[in-house]
């Protein structure tokens, strides 16, 4: 039976629902708290005895939302107990928890470093005004600058920080405060993202940010590869298409999504992996917590991978990272002979300068990330 290596735990309540958000989310009412906690928890126990007699101590646990910390210091410390007692979490183990800026109190901060969480990941998103206001974000320039202070003086030494650029009608130079910004802080671990349009949301819905997007798409790319050789210089390490970190600080949940590794997630809508078997669950709150009132796992889809499948998100997985495709190993793991058709697309990104050897590892430069998915696709198997 497969050991799992990660746990993720969905929180879905936000004080905002930000219009370029597809995640499974929630209005936060206090009062839906409490069924919430009680259907997580089941989920958790139900899971646990598929593994009985075959876990091990996990390496990671991710608490994402949502807004994790739209809950109160009781209810974390109430979850991390809950599924210490189900899982175990090993002494050397990664806690992560999300918490965004209007909650980033330094009371709040010290209460989830005292429960166990090691690792903070604060929503910033920017410190201009103008941007989150763009973005409909809760908080303003100066609660971000606040937030990060207060971030940076709570004890925690292991943090990220989100950024998110290409927000419509507004300014490259806005961003490029905000990376100017960051090497001052020198957080130990930065994602950034760039705004898409998610189907469902409110900026897709919004033909002038259709229009805008439509028309500054170029811009998007100039600023990734502007972060990338901005960040590179300030000493971080462009690990993944979207995530950067000084040295040590990668983050371990996503190393464990990244390698093909097993994991599960509880929660809302959240995704789950074992061994080629890969499923999600119910987005609707009502529906998610009925099914575990009957003690039913709460899964809306699964799948189960082909071998050619597994062998394919591999080659996308790997791509994604400054590591790149090791492809004696990728053979070996799947079982599938790397093609004449795909070195010479190889070579051909190469010559580009869209990606380089190291070995026997093809990796993509900063130019080959921008394409990730396109090439990926000109290198899986048919």
């Not at 708290?33 to 899971?47: C, F, G, N, Q, S």
């Not at 900026?203 to 002038?208: D, E, L, Q, S």
């Not at 809508?269 to 074992?274: I, L, T």
Request: hydrophobic share 40%; net charge negative.
């Amino acid at each position: 039976m497969a050991t799992i290596e990660a746990l993720y735990c969905h929180l879905p309540f936000c004080h905002t629902i930000c219009p370029f958000c597809a995640f499974a989310v929630h209005g936060n009412r206090p009062a839906l708290h409490r069924p919430y906690l009680d259907a997580l928890k089941r989920e958790i126990a139900l899971r646990a005895t598929e593994y009985e007699g075959a876990r091990q101590p996990i390496e990671a646990l991710y608490f994402g939302g949502g807004t994790p910390s739209t809950l109160a210091l009781e209810a974390v410390q109430e979850l991390l107990d809950w599924i210490a007692a189900h899982y175990g979490i090993g002494q050397a183990a990664e806690v992560a928890f999300e918490v965004n800026p209007e909650d980033a109190t330094p009371a709040y901060l010290r209460g989830l470093k005292s429960a166990g969480i090691n690792r903070i990941s604060l929503g910033l998103q920017s410190l201009d005004s103008a941007t989150l206001a763009a973005l409909g974000r809760n908080h303003d320039a100066v609660q971000g600058r606040r937030a990060l202070e207060a971030l940076r003086g709570s004890g925690h030494e292991n943090y990220n920080v989100d950024l998110l650029y290409g927000a419509p009608s507004v300014s490259e130079r806005a961003f490029e405060e905000d990376l100017e910004h960051m090497a001052a802080a020198r957080p130990p671990h930065l994602s950034l993202y760039g705004l898409d349009l998610e189907e469902g949301t409110l900026f897709a819905r919004n033909g002038t940010v259709r229009e805008w997007m439509a028309r500054h798409g170029p811009r998007q790319a100039s600023q990734f590869l502007y972060a990338s050789e901005f960040l590179t210089a300030q000493g971080y390490r462009h690990y993944e298409v979207s995530n950067y970190c000084l040295p040590g600080r990668e983050g371990r949940q996503n190393l464990v999504v990244w390698r093909g590794g097993n994991y599960l997630g509880f929660g809302t809508g959240a995704h789950s992996h074992r061994d080629g078997t890969r499923w999600h669950n119910e987005r609707h709150l009502r529906i998610y917590q009925r099914r575990l009132e009957k003690d039913e796992p709460p899964v809306a889809y699964q799948e189960e991978l082909s071998g050619q499948k597994m062998a394919n998100e591999g080659i996308m997985l790997a791509l994604r990272q400054a590591d790149g495709l090791d492809i004696p190993q990728w053979e070996r793991r799947y079982g599938f002979s790397w093609a004449e058709g795909q070195s010479e697309i190889a070579e051909r990104l190469r010559q580009e300068g869209k990606a380089h050897w190291n070995g026997a590892q093809l990796a993509l430069t900063p130019q080959g990330f921008l394409l990730a998915d396109e090439i990926t696709t000109q290198l899986m198997l048919a």
